[in-house]
């Protein structure tokens, strides 16, 4: 964001440059220019100008549809550890990244990836220490 920025002060830069280069045919006022510059000088502007040209480069971002490059990161995970045990008994390193992707939490980063990637979203089911009849009942305000 801060090119937005940049080029917004660019922008009103020159402007503000080619102000006093106005030929009088344009019959703009002196004190109309100068009014002008002043409102274009004003560090009020110049932020508005720079929140309205990030404001737009979010959109723009918004706008911009992210797919996955693949949804089966898994079953290439489990391949390439099958791969990573031959090597492991040679390579400390490779000993080191096959433990890494086996663990727990890297797996399930994984499967969420993946469901994710695939849009097959599924409702997990109840954590077995909540009585499911409370589950779904507001919080009292003063509980917290």
């Given amino acids: 964001m801060p090119v937005a920025a940049t080029n917004s002060e660019t922008a009103m830069q020159q402007v503000l440059d080619n102000l006093g280069s106005l030929p009088s045919a344009t019959g703009a006022a002196e004190l109309d220019l ?12 110049r ?7 990030s404001r737009e480069a979010h959109e723009r971002l918004e706008e911009t549809k992210l797919e996955a490059v693949r949804d089966n990161n898994l079953e290439l995970v489990q391949e390439i550890l099958r791969d990573l045990a031959q090597l492991a008994e040679q390579s400390s390193t490779a000993a080191e990244l096959a433990h890494i992707l086996q663990e727990p939490h890297f797996q399930s980063l994984l499967e969420t990836h993946d469901s994710v ?8 089911p109840p954590s077995p220490g909540l009585d499911p009849t409370f ?10």
């Avoid at 990637?117 to 997990?124: I, L, N, Q, R």
């Avoid at 589950?135 to 917290?144: C, E, G, R």
């Fill in 47 to 53: 932020s508005l100008a720079k929140v309205q040209c």
């Fill in 34 to 45: 100068i009014f002008l510059r002043g409102i274009m000088e004003s560090p009020i502007v």
């Fill in 117 to 124: 990637a695939s849009k097959t979203y599924e409702t997990p």
């Fill in 135 to 144: 589950s779904n009942q507001p919080v009292p305000p003063d509980a917290v």
